[in-house]
Structures are given as structure tokens and as C-alpha cells.
């Protein structure tokens, strides 16, 4: 059966037809003081979901959200945190204005939200995963050591970035869009990198490179030691899991749908650590079945790769802008 471009029967998105609602999650970075403090003091449903990360974590998720905590970006409770607020603002959705996605996707720590959108994780088992996810990837490497840039130009090419960097200790990332690739690696080799990015391009073409605030080099070969403990996380809670669903997910690392097997989320989600996030193709994918695309989260990151694409995407960061979109229906 197939229903909005997706089929009920194998938990598999239609490709080529544009029928599909489809929900994208961003990842760390998009995390602000007050995030889904709208949802939380306007829906009972938003309220429950803060509570239920706060009772598995064993600290106030909510207050951590709403306040000036500076450990919202630490990376072990931004990401807990990050997902508690686009999980609750995704019930906030379906419960006021009946809103029901077909596909899903997310970006990096985005991944665990549309994971749980779609029923393949419990929202109380992924809160625990990222939070250690969180502490793992910090731990990876010392603060300062390891950073992230984002390269900006037009006309990226990651495949020849990649090479120019080769004898560097910097990967690509994140292929974020045709204008957008970010670097990670050992802070100290980042002006080299930088001046070999600049150098593939003509006077022409201007090329900015932008040092993130990051405190670790994610999504590069230091994560690769942390891939088996993260591994036996996932398997410690995967006796919940329902892979029939994962289908209907991008994998970050696959750049196309995962496959509809336990197993092979867990090692798209190990092997997601320390390789490019493939975000262009995961758009691509989705959008070759969507007749909308909808981001959910603290953040609108998102809606300009889908615009750098030539696909509308409607951000949702907070309930003025759900009631606005859904008002306007």
C-alpha cells in the first residue's frame, strides 16, 4: 500500500513521486537558551516529553533548555537536549495542527531525531544513546586540539578538497551543499587547510573559510576510537529498536534511505561518526518524493542546502512560525 509517496508495507519512502511529507531534524550547533520553551508552556504533550528525558537522565532537562546554562553547549547535554526539544515539538505538531510526515531525515545528531520520528528508536532510549554519544565524541579528543570549518564557495567540488588536504590531518566532514563542505581535524593544521582550500579557486570564485565553535574535530578519523563503545551503546538498547520503519530515514553516512534492519542502522550510526556527513544526497533523496519539506528544530540551518538545491523547505523553530504555516492551510 502506498500512502503520501510512502509504503506502509516494506517502511520504504516511493522514490519519483512527489507525494511525501518530509520532516528534517538539525543537529548541534542549532541549540539556543529558550528552545521549545513555546511548545513546553502550551501543550501538555510538549510538557510530558521534556519531563520523560528528565526522569531517564536524572536532571531538568527543561530548566537546562529554558535557562542561561552554559552547559547547553557542552556537547554531552546539547545533544540530549537538542533532541528532547524537536521531539517534543514534533508531538506539539501532531497533537494542535494533526501534522503527520511520511519521510524523515537529520543532520548528524539530527539522524537520532528522524529515528525516533519514525518509530525506530523510543524517545527514552535515544536520549540516553545521545547523551553518551555526546560524552564519547568529547572525550575523543583534548579541548583545543580539534576544531571544524565550514568552506563556503560556489561551485564546491568535495572530492578535490579532499585530495587537496590528503596529507593533512583534516577530513571532510560534512557535504553540506554545492557552496557549502566543512573540514575537521587537528586545529593546528587548519591555516594550511585553509590556504589549500582558497587555492582551488580563481580570482573569480571567492572562497570564505569559517572556524566553527566546536570543542572536538566530529565526523573525522578522531572519532574512529570511539566507534566500538558506541557501538555496544547502541546494542544495549537495541532490543527496542524496530527496524521496519528505517526505511523511511536517510542515513547521514549511506546518503540514501537505510535499510529496514536493526543491524544496519546500528552500523550506519557507528560508521556516521567518523566519516562525511553526505547531507547533499540525503536531500537529493528526499526530495525526489517530496511535496514538502518541513525542518523542525531550536534552529533553521536546514533550509538554505534545500534552497542551495532549488526545494522549499518550511522551518518550524517555533510555534508562531507552525501557527502561521498551518494557519495559512
Known sequence: MIMNGFTRDTGECVMGEKKATVAVFPGQGSQRPGMGKDFYEAMPVCRRTFEEASDVLGWDVAALCFGEDARLNLTEYTQPCIVTTEVAMLRGLAERFGFRADCF???????????????????ADTVQIVRMRGRLMQDAVPVGVGSMAAVIAEGMDADALKTALADLPIDVANINSATQVVVSGEAAALPEAENRCKALFDASRSCRFVQLNVSAPFHSRFMKKIEEPFAATLRQFSSSFDGRNAGSVTSNYRGTFHEPSVEAVIGNLVS??????????????????????????????????????????????GLAAAEKIFSAQ
Open 105 to 123: 531525515g537529520g543532520h548528524s545528531l539530527g539522524e537520532f531525531t528522524a529515528l525516533t520520528a519514525a518509530g525506530v528508536m523510543p524517545f
Open 272 to 317: 556516521q561518526l567518523s566519516n562525511p556527513v553526505r547531507w547533499c544526497d540525503n536531500m537529493q533523496t528526499l526530495a525526489a518524493g517530496a511535496a514538502r519539506v518541513f525542518e523542525i528544530g531550536p534552529g533553521r540551518p536546514l533550509r538554505d542546502f534545500f534552497k542551495s538545491i532549488g526545494v522549499a523547505c518550511e522551518s518550524i523553530t
